[in-house]
């Protein structure tokens, strides 16, 4: 069974701020998937990243950058200088490769959440 | 290009009701899932499906609950006989590719059923 934690329920922080959200997921398989995608409050789920299990290498995009670990099953999301409008709730996703066998490859197994706040 | 469509965005039903929800997939894809999201509860997958076929409906409560993505047509999550528990958001994504491929879903804004 594939779990995914986030501890984090809720972060707050004031702009200008560096955060982290932590996550951390649970597979038996050797080749998975790893997203992140963020719900503002207008309530639409956007996609902000995938991973491969095979790739480790830590990726940059603007202010967002994500630390992959296989060592400790983590894949952790770093906000550089955040800002109010990065207030949403962020959401950590696991999926099976489709080369695992059977039909759940397409299931994303998501963590609770973690509802970021950002203060001006 | 147009993303991933849903309507009604709104939703209201009384008990006993039916309830249906439309998914249009982003342009090109063929690949539709059903994901409900219950007040304080994370997102739980509910159907994957392709054209004419259902794929792996695991996550799908056994009964009042169907699914289905025609030929031609949105996709349709059905909910018959709706009780106040069914109250959520419900997400639609799409995929290119899928069966193929473990691929990015594209999230449509969901749709927020509130049953009275």
């Known amino acids: 069974a594939q779990k995914v934690t986030q501890a984090q329920t809720e972060i707050s922080v004031v702009e200008k701020e560096d955060v982290t959200l932590d996550c951390v997921y649970e597979t038996r398989d050797t080749t998975y998937y790893l997203f992140w995608y963020k719900q503002p409050p207008s309530g639409e789920l956007v996609f902000l990243i995938r991973r491969n299990s095979f790739d480790e290498q830590n990726e940059i995009s603007g202010r967002y950058s994500w630390n992959f670990q296989k060592s400790t099953s983590s894949f952790n999301f770093t906000i550089t200088a955040s800002q109010v409008v990065d207030s949403a709730v962020y959401f950590c996703?696991?999926?099976?490769?489709?080369?695992?066998?059977?039909?759940?490859?397409?299931?994303?197994?998501f963590g609770q959440g973690t509802i970021l706040t950002v203060h001006p | 290009n147009a993303g991933v469509m849903q309507n009604p965005r709104h939703l209201v039903r009384r008990r006993g009701q039916e309830a249906r929800l439309r998914c249009s997939p982003m342009k090109g894809h063929s690949h539709v899932y059903w994901y409900r999201q219950l007040p304080e509860e994370g997102l739980k997958f509910m159907v994957y499906?392709?054209?004419?076929?259902?794929?792996?409906e695991s996550g799908m409560p056994k009964e009042r609950f169907s699914a289905e993505f025609p030929k031609e047509g949105p996709s349709i999550l059905r909910i018959q006989q709706v009780v106040r528990g069914d109250s959520a958001a419900y997400f639609c994504?799409?995929?290119?590719?899928?069966?193929?491929?473990?691929?990015?879903?594209?999230f449509g804004p969901g749709t927020r059923l509130t049953v009275l």
């Open positions: 994504a799409s995929s290119p590719l899928g069966g193929i491929k473990t691929d990015t879903q594209y």
């Open positions: 996703a696991l999926s099976r490769s489709a080369n695992a066998g059977g039909t759940s490859y397409g299931k994303l197994t």
């Open positions: 499906l392709q054209k004419e076929n259902i794929i792996d």
